[in-house]
């Protein structure tokens, strides 16, 4: 039951896709007719026009009829297939779920499905209303505005490209924090106990000191009885890995135990909100790595799409003066008040 369901599916998809495809001879009319539609009725006299597109001469044997006439050839089936799955490569999935033979037949028969709907709308001259009209001529408006940006994109992101030398700055400060760079997190072992002024933590960390601090045991242990003979030990916290995603720990001190040259050793860091953390730095174990060779085109395909959106940008208002593109700000200030939209806080990354 499952599977008769995708198929089905297939079956009403696979039209809908083919408008999508590129050669189709309609958009190609459409493009040769640009300049000459300027009213309703031009649309209404071009469009009826469409009937004498000249169509290729099918060439393959013939696989499907309507009236008696050849409408699909094997030929014309493999180039619709062709042309779908460039336009939409991830269908290729469908040949594995359905097999090869099944999905020529899909093909077939959403191709007749569509020469059917094509014969209807023309039979009933529903393609000379004016709602039909009016729907055509947004659709190739829409077309070709999406062409159009995509053109203009190609033409005007050209010059943006991305070295080498500046995905490797990219990824030596930014490798902590790019998704799947890291292959083991690192950090620093710690653990402290804080004070309201730093009289009182430079005196803690002088204690500790002096009771030694040559190795990690020692200096955990020392923590901790010097905390207990002054009835602090309560206040005493076990940090864990201190690494730049420790949420618990306040960005201040973290920063400072991150930076710290040696361990074990002691450290009086001063936290955001003006507190002293008497911090022992118990052990450091650095952060691997995916190497840059093994992501570099990964870092360069980022950098050059954050590049071209610069680009754009920057073409883009370059036009704006150049094409004297001017806004109504009053009207514009007018639309402030009860009913307009928040402001949205757009983040593309």
């Known amino acids: 039951m499952n599977g008769s369901y995708k198929t089905q599916r297939i079956v009403y998809t696979l039209p809908l896709l083919l408008l999508l495809l590129p050669g189709c001879a309609l958009f190609d009319w459409f493009s040769q007719k640009t300049g000459e539609v300027t009213s309703s009725n031009d649309l209404v006299t071009a469009t009826q026009d469409v009937e004498t597109v000249e169509v290729e001469e099918l060439t393959g044997d013939p696989l499907v009829w309507m009236d008696g006439k050849i409408i699909v050839t094997s030929d014309s089936l493999l180039d619709e297939r062709t042309k779908l799955f460039e336009a939409q490569p991830q269908l290729q999935q469908i040949v594995a779920l359905i097999g090869e033979q099944e999905l020529n037949k899909n093909l077939a028969e959403g191709l007749a499905n569509q020469a059917v709907v094509d014969r209807y709308i023309q039979d009933k001259n529903i393609d000379q209303r004016a709602d039909y009209l009016a729907e055509v001529k947004q659709g190739y408006q829409a077309v070709i505005r999406m062409v159009n940006m995509k053109f203009f994109q190609d033409d005007h992101m050209r010059q943006a490209s991305v070295s080498d ?185």
Do not use: C
Request: proline share 4%.
């Open 165 to 349: 030398a500046k995905a490797r700055e990219y990824y030596e400060a930014q490798k902590d924090i790019l998704p799947g760079v890291v292959t083991q997190q690192g950090g620093v072992q710690a653990m402290g106990i804080m004070f309201a002024n730093k009289e009182d933590a430079d005196v803690f960390k002088a204690e500790v000191q002096a009771m030694g601090d040559s190795s990690e045991e020692m200096l955990r242990t020392s923590m901790m009885t010097l905390a207990d003979s002054k009835g602090i030990a309560v206040d005493l916290k076990d940090f864990g890995t201190v690494n730049i995603l420790s949420p618990a720990v306040d960005a201040a001190v973290k920063d400072q135990v991150l930076g710290v040259a040696s361990t074990p050793s002691v450290m009086v860091a001063t936290a955001s909100d003006g507190t002293h953390w008497v911090v022992a730095a118990l052990d450091k174990n650095p952060t691997e790595y995916r190497s840059f060779a093994e992501i570099k085109e990964d870092i360069k395909q980022l950098l050059m799409q954050e590049e071209q959106g610069k680009q754009f940008e920057e073409n883009m208002n370059r036009l704006r003066g150049e094409y004297k593109i001017t806004f109504d700000d009053d009207y514009f200030a007018s639309q402030g008040g009860p009913g307009m939209m928040p402001p949205m806080d757009m983040d593309f990354e």
